[in-house]
């Protein structure tokens, strides 16, 4: 299954609300998409998984929404910290794979 | 709290062998799938290995295929992932992650370990 991700890149200021697009080739079985962030020079990290449930001690900023091949995640109230590269990724089927990136700038 | 540490990352030539290492703690080892996940330099991540808690199924990503072997031993704690037959396309940053049940998604990941395939 290959994901494709939209925008390639996102500017926005903070407080507003980012959207991040993630479109797969075909259907993901059972709706197994997860979402990751990737900081510079960190290891990933799982914010959503299931498309829509958030993982342990992620701010309910983040959310996760979308089904069958078209899934989004939004980050309402947008912080500083959040610069970030997010990835979603397919887990329903091997080989598990994952989209190219949407890179996350604030003004 | 869980952990994850990899290890045996390098400098290895083209056709060479490497084995890398993933020491876990702070769960039970022998209840979770574990994955190993790659990252080019400066580019997106890529699933290579999946492994059940069981051990008794393994998936790889089709490049990797008949080249690597993921393999756990649970009296270690410990992962590993054999790589025989290295190309240069192989350079990565290496992850292990733990899979959360029941459908195995990468929940806690390790910081990773380089390896280099030149020549």
């Known amino acids: 299954i290959v994901l494709t991700q939209s925008p390639g890149t996102v500017s926005l200021s903070p407080g507003e609300r980012a959207t991040l697009s993630c479109r797969a080739s075909?259907?993901?079985?059972?709706?197994?998409l997860a979402w990751y962030q990737q900081k510079p020079g960190q290891a990933p990290r799982l914010l959503i998984f299931g498309a829509t449930s958030r993982a342990t001690g992620i701010p309910d900023r983040f959310s996760g929404s979308g089904s069958g091949t078209d899934f989004a995640l939004t980050i309402s109230r947008l912080e500083s910290e959040d610069i970030a590269v997010y990835y979603c990724?397919?887990?329903?089927?091997?080989?598990?794979?994952f989209g190219q990136g949407t890179k996350l700038e604030i003004k | 709290q869980v952990q994850l540490v990899e290890s045996g990352g390098g400098v290895v030539q083209p056709g060479r062998s490497l084995r890398l290492s993933c020491a876990v703690s702070?769960?039970?080892?022998?209840?979770?799938?574990m994955h190993w996940v790659r990252q080019a330099p400066g580019k997106g991540l890529e699933w290579v290995a999946l492994?059940?808690?069981?051990?008794?199924?393994?998936y790889y990503e089709d490049s990797v295929k008949g080249r690597f072997t993921i393999s756990r031993d649970t009296s270690k704690n410990t992962l590993y992932l054999q790589m025989d037959s290295l190309r240069t396309e192989d350079t990565a940053v290496y992850y292990c992650?733990?899979?959360?049940?029941?459908?195995?998604?990468?929940?806690?990941w390790g910081q990773g370990i380089l390896v280099t395939v030149s020549s």
């Open positions: 990724q397919q887990y329903g089927m091997t080989p598990y794979t």
């Open positions: 492994m059940w808690h069981d051990g008794n199924n393994k």
């Open positions: 075909q259907t993901v079985t059972r709706d197994f």
């Open positions: 702070g769960f039970t080892f022998s209840s979770y799938a």
């Open positions: 992650a733990r899979g959360l049940p029941p459908n195995e998604v990468p929940d806690y």
